[in-house]
């Protein structure tokens, strides 16, 4: 299975939908759409992450890149994810003190702290 | 010998491959089925560094993984031919190619609580052991 990329707004949120698996080979396309979106001016994102099968470290990597480039503007970058498989990668790296991560996608486009 | 040896050219798109033939093998060993999911990503993470080692090396030799299915338990061996400069206490580790290497074993560290890393002048090795249930007894009839 191959990533699949989808977005859409929602206020002034941007909501980048992912589906399948986010390794060393389809990292690079979601690296590719976040920097798109920090560059054309989205600054409030969240990830959707519910239609993930599978996340490695280069996945993560990609995901604090993103947040990277969205804080130069002061801006926010929200997970969705209610995968023990998919949370327990952000565990066991110490990303949950990183990103928000919300249980809906309503909650994420809500949250304002 | 192995079960299964599995080469791949370094490059990206065979790094899935590589996670599936193994956890493949790790169900067929008695691999609990609630491990699966930690095999796939360590062999993934391994595989991955493998990848990123031989490219930023420049070397076109494959990436070389030994599955073997031993009385009670799994192992998984990855191992790469890039060459390790022996990292003296105290110095400081390189660029950001070195932080992605840190994070792959840090996920792999984080998941696998057998595991042994291993590197010298001729290559690297990254051996990972799962413990397996045999299979019940076929009943009697």
């Known amino acids: ?113 | 010998m192995a079960t299964v040896e599995l080469r791949f050219s370094a490059l990206p798109e065979h790094v899935r491959t590589a996670r599936l033939v193994a956890a493949a093998v790790a169900r067929r060993a008695g691999v609990d089925e609630a491990v699966l999911d930690e095999v796939r990503l360590a062999v993934g993470e391994a595989c991955s560094r493998a990848v990123g080692l031989h490219r930023s090396s420049g070397i076109s030799a494959p990436v070389k993984v030994l599955l073997t299915e031993e009385e009670k338990q799994f192992s998984i061996e990855v191992g790469d031919e890039a060459r390790h400069a022996p990292r003296r206490p105290g110095e400081a580790p390189g660029a950001v190619d070195d932080a992605e290497d840190e994070m792959g074993l840090a996920v792999i560290s984080g998941l696998v609580d057998d595991v042994e890393v291993s590197a010298g002048e001729h290559g690297g090795l990254i051996k990972m052991t799962w413990p397996t249930t045999p299979p019940p007894a076929a009943p009697l009839s």
């Open chain 1, 1 to 113: 299975m191959d990533l699949s990329l989808s977005t859409r707004t929602v206020g002034d949120r941007t909501v980048v939908e992912v589906g399948g698996e986010i390794d060393v080979y389809t990292a690079p396309k979601l690296r590719e759409q976040l920097v798109e979106l920090v560059n054309d001016g989205n600054f409030h994102l969240v990830v959707d992450m519910e239609g993930v099968d599978f996340l490695d470290s280069t996945g993560l990597g990609v995901l604090v890149g993103g947040l990277k480039r969205v804080r130069a503007h002061e801006g926010s970058l929200r997970l969705v994810c209610n995968q023990e498989r998919i949370l327990k990668i952000f565990r066991i790296t110490g990303l949950t003190k990183v990103f928000p991560i919300h249980s809906t996608v309503d909650e994420a486009v809500a949250a304002t702290d």
